[in-house]
């Protein structure tokens, strides 16, 4: 399959990412994201971050098209906030207005794939494929099947991925994947570590980056990514496998009640 159109929805830091590197790869992308502003600001991050690659700038943004509604394509790459009610509502939504052949893929963090494919009448064409942020820059797309995906379907997603640079990796639709099994737990450690006042921020993120060679610390990370999408994410791990040790550290719940989201609200762990 060629995936001639592809549907973004939810033009946020990752759909906009996502938008991106399909319009690169040359396909036309159709971006819907309903909230004021949103697919603007979408396409600003586009603009800056296509100039910073040294891209075709104009070129790769003239084959975005900003849609008010749903509009049939060949494929679905959602993006929109981790919330299952939001994501079934929506999957409901597309399955009635995308083709019966087009796929509907969830870039979900850790919402089963199941119940996700379970809310349409296709569910051999609902897959996971989960981008890593900034999507650009990280070549990796993991790749979730959820129980009833075919095998067809598995293999023109993986095909595509590496149609757009990427490196696909295959995981099976258990909570948190494999990919934020191992992360979150990890940030919300770190998030312990500053609650109980082991280090300083900076120093945390010190050890992480000399001591383990990670390109960034956990909590610098977790920033990047957005604390909202943390505790989602941590709140679903908890649910989903039923062991306390992934309940989210109560200093995330606060930063997040105080509006402290990370980069996207300019203030997180640290101030930008
Ligand atoms: N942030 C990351 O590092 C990261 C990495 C991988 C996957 N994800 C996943 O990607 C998804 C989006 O995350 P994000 O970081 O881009 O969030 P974000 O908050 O930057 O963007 C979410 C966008 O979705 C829009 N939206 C909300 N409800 C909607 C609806 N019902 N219909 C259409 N649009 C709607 C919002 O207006 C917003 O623009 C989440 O499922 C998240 O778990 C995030």
Do not use: W
């Amino acid at each position: 399959m060629d995936f001639d159109h592809v549907l973004v929805v939810g033009a946020g830091q990752m759909g906009g990412g996502i938008a991106q590197v399909v319009a690169a790869s040359g396909r036309r992308v159709s971006l819907h994201d309903p909230y004021p502003g949103a697919v603007e600001r979408g396409l600003g991050a586009m603009r800056k971050s296509l100039e910073r690659l040294g891209a075709d700038v104009d070129e790769t943004l003239a084959r975005v098209t900003p849609v008010d509604d749903l509009v049939e394509a060949d494929l679905l790459i959602e993006a929109i906030t981790e919330d299952a009610a939001a994501k079934e509502e929506l999957f409901r939504r597309v399955d009635e207005t995308l083709p019966q052949g087009a796929i509907l893929a969830s870039n979900t963090s850790s919402i089963p794939i199941t119940s996700l494919a379970a809310v349409t009448a296709r569910p051999e064409r609902v897959i996971g494929m989960h981008f890593f942020n900034p999507v650009p820059v990280l070549k990796l797309v993991e790749v979730i099947r959820g129980v009833e995906t075919s095998d067809e379907t598995a293999a023109a997603i993986v095909a595509l991925a590496r149609d757009l640079g990427k490196e696909p990796a295959e995981a099976r639709d258990f909570p948190g994947f494999v990919s934020n099994r191992i992360l979150m737990p990890f940030i919300n450690e770190a998030a312990y570590a500053l609650m109980e006042g082991v280090a300083e921020p900076e120093a945390i993120d010190t050890i992480a980056k000399l001591g383990f060679a990670h390109p960034m610390g956990p909590l610098a990370l977790a920033d990047l990514i957005g604390l909202d999408t943390c505790v989602a994410i941590m709140e679903v791990l908890h649910r989903g496998l039923g062991d306390p040790k992934y309940a989210p550290c109560p200093l995330l719940r606060q930063y997040v009640q105080a509006g402290r989201l990370g980069r996207k609200t300019g203030r997180g762990f640290y101030v930008y």
